[in-house]
């Protein structure tokens, strides 16, 4: 199956959506037990909120030099991701940040409802979790060492290594932008947040607007393994 070049980021964009959404309040919380498919989700959810790059890591089966390039850049973006929330709950306070993400009680609740009505398959040491609303990205499962991890296909998988590698540069660049917006309200360069969300827009824009492809036109990428 064929999909477009960006499903890398596209994927990314759903990892992150989760994360910024999920339950702020840990305590009150099913517990986050990666040696269920569930609890997995649960764990990786949390770590990419809190931009927990080591847990990130860890809760990904990625035994390729490829494949571990693709998560460290999910890892990346979670911890930029962290940071630039961080920045903006103290420099304009709960309300005004979630122009940057979307951490709130009605988001967090539902979260965490999508992630307790997911559906669960387990063949053997293999798991797949399908949300209702999204039947067609299922996040894949591994098994290792009585602990589920879930698999970089879960991610999109392009064709070859030059696709890749301009995709994660891609990603990286957005990382650094997040990171440089962070760095500036917590430098006081942003009166309002609708004055920094702004800049960071136009960042975005300047950066995807002048960087040149390097993949040849006639590139495809492959969807996930069947």
Known sequence: ???????????????????SAQQTHPTTAPANDPSTPRG?????????RDGDAPTIKRMFYAPTPPERKMVACVADQAAAFAQLHQAAVK????EEARKFTQDSDAAAAE???????????????AGTIIYKDQPQMPFLLKKVE?????????????????????QLAELSLQAAIVREIASDIQGGKFPTADKAAQTWHTRLLQAATSQPSSRPATAHTTGRAE
Request: charged share 20%; glycine share 8%; hydrophobic share 50%.
């Open 1 to 19: 199956m064929h999909v477009r070049p960006g499903i890398l980021l596209t994927s990314l964009l759903v990892w992150a959506a989760l994360a």
């Open 40 to 48: 997995a989700l649960r764990t990786l959810s949390t770590a990419m």
């Open 91 to 94: 420099a304009y306070g709960d």
């Open 111 to 125: 979260a965490m409802a999508r992630i307790e009505s997911a559906d669960i398959a387990i063949n053997g040491d």
């Open 146 to 166: 009585g602990q589920w991890k879930f698999l970089t296909s879960s991610l999109g998988r392009p064709t070859d290594a030059a696709d890749l590698d301009q």
